[in-house]
Antibody, heavy 119, light 106 residues
Framework: EVQLVESGGGLVQPGRSLKLSCAAS????????MHWIRQAPTKGLEWVAS????????YYRDSVKGRFTISRDNAKSTLYLQMDSLRSEDTATYYC????????????WGQGVMVTVSS | IMLTQSPATLSVTPGESISLSCRAS??????LHWYQQKPNESPRVLIK???QSISGIPSRFSGSGSGTDFTLNINRVEPEDFSVYYC?????????FGSGTKLEIK
């Protein structure tokens, strides 16, 4: 059974940093692209960042480019999102998700982790 | 690529059959996927590549379309189907979602 478990969320002041983790199990992690998607309170879904199976390619939405870094440790089957220079508009539930190893749709999702950026 | 979903809210009676629309701002072939999100739950994929079914998803859910116009059909809505539905394109970066259609009980 595929499982994705996010951790690392919490309350952080504007301008500070936070690192999210997503522990994966139940599939061969190194074969799949991985993604972070977020959802602000009462809002819709917003793609944040993606990483290829090897980690050699990364993609970001413009609003987080230069502030967020997606990475992965295939030996530990873990996905990361380093978030620096956080802003109030980054407040959201962050989900990690797999794709289908062929294209960029989100096949399996974690339960999500809340990040609140506030002073 | 912008995805425009309509309507924003749809009020229906259980047992009705419905169609939800997703329109892309430029052609995306069939690189369009549909998700369902129930309150306080993570989204789940319903349909991939516009019309391909997903294992474990009830057969009352189906999708159609290509290019810029796509439709999610629900044949005879069940009580558990009342939730929010999103479309998402994987044709080009940045990946984008529609704003969602909320399906509510009339």
């Amino acid at each position: 059974e595929v499982q994705l478990v996010e951790s690392g969320g919490g309350l952080v002041q504007p301008g500070r940093s936070l690192k999210l983790s997503c522990a994966a199990s139940g599939f061969t992690f190194s074969n799949y692209g991985m993604h972070w998607i977020r959802q602000a309170p009462t809002k819709g879904l917003e793609w944040v960042a993606s990483i290829s199976p090897s980690g050699g390619s990364t993609y970001y939405r413009d609003s987080v480019k230069g502030r967020f870094t997606i990475s992965r440790d295939n030996a530990k089957s873990t996905l990361y999102l380093q978030m620096d220079s956080l802003r109030s508009e980054d407040t959201a539930t962050y989900y990690c998700a797999t794709d289908d190893a062929i294209s960029y749709y989100f096949d399996y999702w974690g339960q999500g982790v809340m990040v609140t950026v506030s002073s | 690529i912008m995805l425009t979903q309509s309507p924003a809210t749809l009020s229906v009676t259980p047992g009705e059959s419905i169609s939800l629309s997703c329109r892309a701002s430029q052609s995306i072939s069939t690189n369009l996927h549909w998700y369902q999100q129930k309150p306080n739950e993570s989204p789940r994929v319903l349909i991939k590549y516009a019309s391909q079914s997903i294992s474990g998803i009830p057969s009352r859910f189906s999708g159609s379309g290509s290019g810029t116009d796509f439709t999610l059909n629900i044949n005879r809505v069940e009580p558990e189907d009342f939730s929010v539905y999103y479309c998402q394109q994987s044709n080009s970066w940045p990946l984008t979602f529609g704003s969602g259609t909320k399906l509510e009980i009339k």
